[in-house]
């Protein structure tokens, strides 16, 4: 029996780059062969299978934002890497991946299984911005392609709202392989002991100047500090971020950090009193679930994936979108109760393990790529 060819197509940053190589690292090499087509300027390090090998993979001008040279341009040469490699199915994973896939696909017959990672109309409060972008989703759902959802809120968005027909979807959680070892900072640690921490870029999607609300909230009654991650690819607010900061005074009180290693990062959490998040929409955020894996506890906003991985009262808190009181109480709550701090702890490890350990997973993916042949 030959091996099921699969084209992967994405622009390969943030959590769509760690989604695919958990997947890739994963997935049975023995009955699947993967292909990558991805960004000519979004990551040099190379793609490799569960035994260290090196996946094939090409280079297109895909870029976060629309331009229709580099666009068209991408599209032409997908195109002919489709034809010329013939695979079974294409995955695609981002709004760009997304939308490259579909038109190949259309084209060349080929099925695509499409994973937004979170919808892209998701990603402005301008009206018609928005609403352009959920046209542009409306339309590509009508072609022969598969809605393969990361989450069940990115499921029911896809139903409801871009006009998907459940025939028409899958789901496959994000998940990860579980985190065996923490290795030492390879940079200096500037900040306390005693902290909080997320991930993210500071941009619309994160949220991220809520954070230096609630931290302000925060050291009205108690010494907390945040040590935040990931400023790197496309922080488009991280003046406003900065500003924020030292308007109210925070500076001595948030760390910001650019982009690291990822051992870095999960050394980082795993050391954090808690995990934190005010993310105005997610599709399945990996730094929840690395955070979970770690079993640390979170408090994070009421949005999609946020509230598919954080239970109330369970492994964390989700708190309603922008109350910087709510927020900021729950924080405390868990920082003075052990007891409270220690079940959510255990919790927290305890939903990673049922449901987003990709060593149980992935063969729940694999039996999706098989049903969409037939």
């Not at 979807?169 to 390879?186: D, G, M, Q, V």
């Not at 790197?232 to 760390?255: F, P, R, S, Y």
């Not at 949005?303 to 900021?328: A, H, M, P």
Request: proline share 2%.
């Amino acid at each position: 029996m030959s091996k099921i060819k699969i084209a992967h197509i994405l622009h390969s940053v943030g959590g769509v780059d760690v989604s695919l190589r958990q997947i890739l690292q994963n997935i049975d090499t023995l009955n699947f062969e993967n292909i990558v087509l991805h960004g000519d300027s979004d990551t040099q390090v190379l793609f490799e299978d569960k035994n260290s090998k090196s996946i094939k993979e090409y280079q297109l001008p895909i870029h976060r934002k629309i331009s229709i040279k580099n666009d068209y341009q991408a599209i032409v040469k997908a195109l002919k890497i489709i034809r010329k490699e013939q695979p079974d199915l294409i995955h695609s994973h981002s709004t760009k991946g997304g939308v490259i896939a579909r038109i190949i696909g259309f084209i060349t017959d080929v099925k695509v299984l499409h994973t937004p990672q979170a919808f892209s109309y998701l990603s402005t409060d301008k009206k018609i911005k928005r609403i352009t972008y959920l046209f542009i989703e409306k339309i590509l759902s009508k072609g022969k392609s598969v809605l393969l959802a990361s989450s069940e809120s990115e499921l029911k968005r896809a139903i409801d709202e871009v006009g998907y027909s459940r025939s028409k979807t899958a789901l496959f959680n994000n998940a990860i392989t579980p985190i065996e070892k923490i290795y030492e900072l390879s940079i200096p640690k500037t900040w306390p002991d005693k902290y909080l921490c997320t991930v993210g870029r500071p941009c619309y999607q994160k949220n991220t100047e809520e954070l230096v609300r609630v931290m302000h909230e925060l050291n009205k009654t108690e010494d907390i500090h945040l040590v935040l991650i990931g400023v790197g690819h496309h922080a488009d607010q991280l003046e406003i971020v900065q500003n924020l900061v030292l308007k109210l005074n925070l500076k001595e009180k948030v760390t910001i950090l650019n982009w690291t290693s990822r051992e870095d990062v999960l050394h980082i959490i795993s050391k954090a009193k808690l995990y934190i998040s005010a993310s105005r929409y997610e599709g399945l955020p990996y730094a929840v679930i690395e955070s979970l894996a770690l079993s640390i506890p979170n408090v994070v906003s009421d949005c999609d994936g946020n509230r598919d991985l954080i239970k109330n009262d369970y492994n964390g808190f989700c708190v309603k979108n922008d109350d910087t009181q709510e927020f900021s109480q729950r924080i405390i709550q868990l920082l003075k109760e052990e007891n409270l701090h220690y079940e959510f702890s255990k919790n927290a490890k305890e939903t990673f393990l049922k449901h987003h350990n990709i060593k149980e997973k992935i063969n729940n993916l694999e039996s999706i790529y098989r049903e969409e042949l037939k």
